[in-house]
């Protein structure tokens, strides 16, 4: 009996499919790497029924890759062709919850905005906020990529939250990892181990987490620079001040250019940053006050964003924006993360390429803790222009690890920059494979990601 026969004895019929409409969806992420279809998608009811999931595929040596809402963008999403599809999105049970304590327990496919709405009421939230995909990523795959966001340079990533896991490992072994204390120091960590593992350690299949009090006050600024270099010098000023920033998200004057192509918003096309600040009224003015007298003297002024626009909802479309600046072009992306006072060198350096080598390069991101995305656009069907495109990614990257940086601040490793993990991690890599070789003996759990064995 084949693994689709074994399963459907047990897994209710409208949970698992082989229809190529399911199938389509879930062979892709949103990366820009080849879709691959898998056997079958199986949309998982409990973590009994994962348990038994995993044993099956692991005695047939069938791979498996966890999906929450396939939102990743480095390929860590996309399954094998031999392979099933194990999708979380239907388990969104809020567990238990504990706001004395600031905590709550979930299933793995509850979506971050949903559980975000949830906490409001109780005063609460959950910080990370990644930047355009809040309204569709799953708390499991922000849990398995260690997503962070707008927030995450005041209240940390996603890893920074997690107190407590219940896992399936690849032999469909069940562990509850972790507790719900705050400070431990008990053992080897493996909840941090598992956050991040794009799953490839275990199957997730309920995280508890911290959450953070609403702020008392929030103030908003924006500021417009002469060049990308100033305003990234403007970050990394505000770093060293120390000055306490809930957000500060910077975009280039071609993200600006292109926010308006897709949404007409009339935004100035100049480098811009969008500040946030958060604490009792008075802190948050003087706060902003700090930081306008910097970005004034790195040679910013005060931006004013017309009535009703607000800066996270035009941010939120950055992404996309760039995807659809012109038809026929791909983008080429990076993640990388450095110490913040090399910014204003990196932020120079992308564009110098881009600039030699004729090619659109748009720089934005998270900043304030040295997160950069630095996304090329080409044409895939021009091989020396695709070819060129690459060749620049790849010397972002291999300048980030220079600079003692990392080559994913927060989208993971997947596919898409496999070729150059063992660029930062060097013979750690080997450690990693004697890890993963424990969790998952037969290889199963998503195979062929961030690593070869
Ligand atoms: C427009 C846009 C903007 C984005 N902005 C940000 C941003 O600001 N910050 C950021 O960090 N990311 C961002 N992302 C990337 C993406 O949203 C995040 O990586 C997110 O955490 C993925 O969640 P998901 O539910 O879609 O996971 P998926 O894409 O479904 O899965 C991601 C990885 O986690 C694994 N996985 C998923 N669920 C489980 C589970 N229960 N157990 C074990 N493994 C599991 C998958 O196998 C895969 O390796 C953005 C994406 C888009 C499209």
């Known amino acids: 009996m084949g693994i689709v026969e074994k399963l459907t004895s047990f897994v209710p019929a409208d949970r698992i499919s082989t229809h190529p409409d399911h199938l389509a969806v879930a062979a892709h992420d949103e990366s820009?790497?080849?879709?691959?279809?898998?056997?079958?998608?199986?949309?998982?009811?409990?973590?009994?029924?994962?348990a038994r999931i995993v044993k099956l595929c692991a005695e047939d040596g069938v791979p498996i890759t966890s999906r929450g809402a396939g939102s990743a963008l480095e390929g860590s999403t996309i399954p094998c062709a031999n392979g099933v599809v194990l999708d979380l999105s239907r388990m969104t049970e809020i567990l238990d919850f504990w706001p004395d304590d600031l905590q709550v327990r979930v299933?793995?496919?509850?979506?971050?905005?949903?559980?975000?709405?949830?906490?409001?009421?109780?005063?609460?939230?959950?910080?990370?906020?990644?930047?355009?995909?809040?309204?569709?990523a799953t708390i499991g795959g922000m849990v398995s990529t260690n997503a962070s966001g707008i927030y995450s340079v005041k209240y940390?990533?996603?890893r920074e939250y997690v107190?407590?896991?219940?896992?399936?490992?690849?032999?469909?072994?069940?562990?509850?990892?972790?507790?719900?204390?705050?400070k431990r120091s008990s053992g080897y960590n493996l909840v941090d181990l598992i956050?991040?593992?794009?799953?490839?350690?275990?199957?997730?299949?309920?995280?508890?987490?911290?959450?953070?009090?609403?702020?008392?006050?929030?103030?908003?600024?924006?500021?417009?620079?002469?060049?990308?270099?100033?305003?990234?010098?403007?970050?990394?000023?505000?770093?060293?001040?120390?000055?306490?920033?809930?957000?500060?998200?910077?975009?280039?004057?071609?993200?600006?250019?292109?926010?308006?192509?897709?949404?007409?918003?009339?935004?100035?096309?100049?480098?811009?940053l969008f500040l946030e600040f958060h604490g009792p009224d008075a802190t948050v003015r003087s706060n902003a006050d700090l930081a306008g007298s910097i970005c004034e003297e790195s040679g910013g002024s005060a931006l004013q964003l017309s009535d009703g626009q607000r800066p996270w909802e035009i941010r939120h479309f950055a992404t996309d924006a760039i995807k659809y600046w012109q038809t026929g072009l791909t983008i080429v992306r990076n993640d990388i993360a450095f110490p913040i006072s090399k910014l204003p060198d990196m932020v120079e350096f992308c564009h110098d390429l881009g600039e030699?080598?004729?090619?659109?390069?748009?720089?934005?991101g998270h900043v304030g803790m040295g997160l950069l995305h630095a996304l090329i656009l080409a044409d895939k069907e021009d091989p020396?222009?695709?070819?060129?495109?690459?060749?620049?990614?790849?010397?972002?990257?291999?300048?980030?690890?220079?600079?003692?940086?990392?080559?994913?601040?927060?989208?993971?490793?997947?596919?898409?920059?496999?070729?150059?993990?063992?660029?930062?991690?060097?013979?750690?890599?080997?450690?990693?494979?004697?890890?993963?070789?424990q969790f998952d003996p037969h290889n199963i759990l998503n195979p062929g990601k961030i690593f070869d064995l």
């Not at 989208?411 to 150059?420: D, P, R, S, T, V």
């Open 156 to 158: 940390g990533g996603t």
């Open 163 to 182: 107190l407590e896991l219940e896992i399936i490992t690849g032999t469909g072994e069940r562990f509850k990892i972790g507790n719900r204390a705050v």
């Open 195 to 272: 956050s991040g593992s794009e799953g490839t350690l275990a199957v997730i299949s309920a995280i508890t987490i911290r959450l953070a009090g609403l702020p008392e006050g929030r103030l908003q600024s924006a500021f417009r620079f002469n060049s990308e270099v100033e305003a990234a010098r403007a970050v990394s000023e505000m770093a060293r001040y120390g000055l306490d920033l809930a957000a500060v998200e910077f975009l280039d004057r071609r993200v600006m250019t292109a926010l308006n192509k897709l949404k007409d918003y009339g935004l100035e096309e100049v480098p811009t």
């Open 356 to 364: 030699a080598n004729n090619l659109p390069i748009f720089t934005f």
């Open 107 to 136: 299933q793995p496919g509850i979506i971050y905005d949903h559980l975000n709405e949830f906490l409001k009421r109780e005063g609460l939230f959950f910080p990370p906020s990644p930047g355009g995909s809040g309204d569709v």
């Open 384 to 437: 020396a222009r695709w070819q060129k495109a690459a060749d620049i990614n790849d010397q972002i990257i291999r300048k980030t690890v220079e600079l003692e940086g990392t080559i994913s601040g927060e989208h993971g490793i997947g596919l898409g920059h496999k070729n150059l993990f063992e660029l930062e991690h060097g013979t750690a890599v080997d450690l990693m494979r004697k890890i993963k070789k």
């Open 32 to 50: 820009t790497l080849e879709a691959v279809t898998p056997l079958a998608i199986v949309w998982a009811g409990s973590a009994d029924e994962i």
